[in-house]
């Protein structure tokens, strides 16, 4: 929310008020006097007005996950655990998923309790590419290369998936680099040429790879340069 809005929302102000603290010096975010009422205020922002703490603020939060098959990307559901269960850290109703993996799916997901740095990961604008190990049931064809680079049509949503590179590692195994993420995307892409997908693995997305180090379940913060790298300017 605006900085502007956001004062003037306080039940004993309006929006000359904002604007008179504003131009006054009043209004501090994490300490430092600020005057431009388009400051976007995020969730982790102390805000203080004169001696008036409108908002505490709270610290960003990053996580690096190397998800299990059989746990599912929510924060709770009836039937299954999910991978929020994985994390022994407290105020876990804070975090959320930034993109999702299936239920039998595994490898790299990220957790955050950071809504805007969420968002532009996972808007299709950032094209970030994300790369996946595939295992399948019969043998991957050189056609299937140029048949993913090309884009394949999805009569469900009536739209055509943007190019995907392949590189064919063995008979039946396979890296594919996606730089969007339809519903089970990459297994649909296959049973295009009805060849069953039994391993998906997530490996990297952008340049967020997960940690080798990291055991199926086991976590970790996510380093400054992987803040910072995993979100496009």
């Known amino acids: 929310m605006r900085l ?3 004062i003037s929302n306080r039940p004993t102000l309006n929006r000359l008020d904002a604007r008179m603290h504003l131009a006054h010096g009043h209004v501090r975010i994490n300490g430092v006097p600020v005057r431009d009422g388009r400051y976007e205020v995020r969730f982790f922002d102390r805000v203080e007005l004169l001696d008036e703490l409108l908002q505490p603020g709270k610290a960003a939060r990053y ?3 190397h998800k299990p098959v059989g746990y599912v990307s929510a924060t709770q559901h009836p039937d299954h ?3 929020i269960d994985l994390l022994n850290e407290q105020d876990k109703d804070d975090l959320h998923l930034s993109g999702r993996l299936d239920l039998n799916t595994s490898g790299l997901m990220l957790i955050t309790n950071d809504g805007l740095w969420s968002r532009r990961l996972t808007l299709p604008g950032s094209k970030l590419p994300k790369v996946y190990y595939v295992e399948t049931a019969n043998p991957i064809l050189p056609e299937y290369a140029s048949t993913f680079a090309a884009g394949l049509y999805f009569k469900f949503e009536d739209l055509t998936t943007l190019p995907a590179h392949l590189d064919i590692l063995s008979e039946r195994s396979a890296r594919l680099t996606l730089i969007e993420g339809r519903y089970h995307q990459v297994k649909r892409m296959f049973g295009h040429f009805r060849n069953q ?5 997530r490996e990297r997305i952008g340049p967020i790879v997960l940690d080798p180090a990291l055991a199926p379940g086991e976590y970790r913060p996510l380093t400054a340069t992987e803040i910072a790298c995993g979100v496009p300017a």
């Open 197 to 201: 997908v039994l391993h998906l693995h």
């Open 63 to 65: 996580f690096m996950l």
């Open 4 to 6: 502007d809005r956001f």
């Open 81 to 83: 655990p999910t991978v």
